[in-house]
């Protein structure tokens, strides 16, 4: 009885460490969710309007004009760039990426990944080392950029993949992530990148006309590749805000999950306790009426 009391108390304390790990996490999380927050939240509107005004203008433009970013061909390579986080202890939220990437793979572009024309650029460790595993076919030279987020480290994968589709190494390239909504929920989406969407007109809706100074030639090769780059840069911002909101959540939960284990091992640790001092009783109760005997 003795070694069953010790062995839940052992698992009492073992807990309770445990618990307060994940509650020291969970407010390591939350300090590092409002920066992450504001970032995304500041930068949001800005890139939401910049890649308006490029879809919008990509539409509006006439046929016969040159403009080999948003170039439509046949989809023959396609350049996937899955983003997930450095770290785990975030509940699904690297799983999710990984599984919408190879639904994706699966489903959209099944010929191309037979064919093994599918390439995977991570930007996240754990992305990169679930894609090696796979035997995927990986670009291993953007997947540290969390180790140091900046707006340049985040704009050379975004210019390498502008450059290969110019050179019409791929056909299609997308982005895999999460939009951050708060810290309970994630929006895992596929997001079109290049070439770049065009706005789809409905019914007797016109065109936005714009007025170009200088040419519109001239602007649209110094804007587009500037507001690609801040493309990729928001989707890196709603991701790393996503990942400290899944990781505050999970130790939330996890923390919860300490205190009813606990709960539960301080029950049983009762009963033991009391079923032994029970038995002593007995036991002396016993003795004593045997002597009388």
């Known amino acids: ?59 509006s433009v006439s046929s016969d004009m040159s403009m080999p970013l948003a170039e439509e061909r046949a989809v023959e390579r396609v350049l996937l760039i899955p983003i997930t986080s450095d770290r785990g202890l975030c509940g699904a939220y690297n799983a999710n990426i990984v599984k919408l990437t190879r639904q994706t793979m699966a489903e959209k572009y099944a010929t191309q990944t037979k064919k093994g024309h599918v390439t995977i650029l991570p930007i996240g460790k754990k992305g990169y080392e679930a894609f090696q595993k796979q035997g995927c076919n990986i670009i291993a030279d953007f997947w540290t950029i969390f180790s140091d987020l900046s707006f340049e480290n985040v704009r050379n994968a975004a210019i390498y993949a502008q450059e290969k589709f110019l050179k019409k190494e791929y056909d299609r390239v997308e982005i895999i992530y999460s939009q951050f909504k708060n810290a309970a929920t994630q929006v895992f989406t596929v997001e079109p990148y290049l070439p770049i969407p065009k706005v789809e007109q409905k019914g007797n809706s016109k065109n936005v006309d714009f007025i170009f100074e200088p040419s519109m030639g001239e602007l649209l ?41 606990l709960k539960s091992l301080k029950i049983s640790y009762n009963r033991a306790r009391q079923a032994a001092i029970t038995t002593e009783l007995t036991e002396i109760v016993s003795g004593a009426a045997a002597l009388q005997g």
Do not use: C, F, W
Not at 33 to 55: F, T, V
Not at 233 to 256: I, Q
């Open 1 to 59: 009885m003795s070694g069953q009391l010790k062995e839940v108390r052992t698992r009492i304390k073992s807990v309770q460490s445990t618990q307060q790990i994940t509650k020291a996490m969970k407010m390591v999380s939350a300090a590092k969710l409002r920066r992450a927050q504001d970032a995304i939240l500041q930068m949001r509107p800005y890139s939401q309007k910049l890649q308006e005004m490029l879809s919008n203008i990509v539409s």
């Open 221 to 261: 090769t110094e804007l587009m590749p500037k507001i690609l780059n801040t493309q990729v840069y928001k989707a890196v911002l709603d991701a790393n805000a996503s990942e400290h909101g899944a990781r505050m959540t999970a130790m939330d939960k996890a923390s919860e999950n300490a205190n009813e284990m």
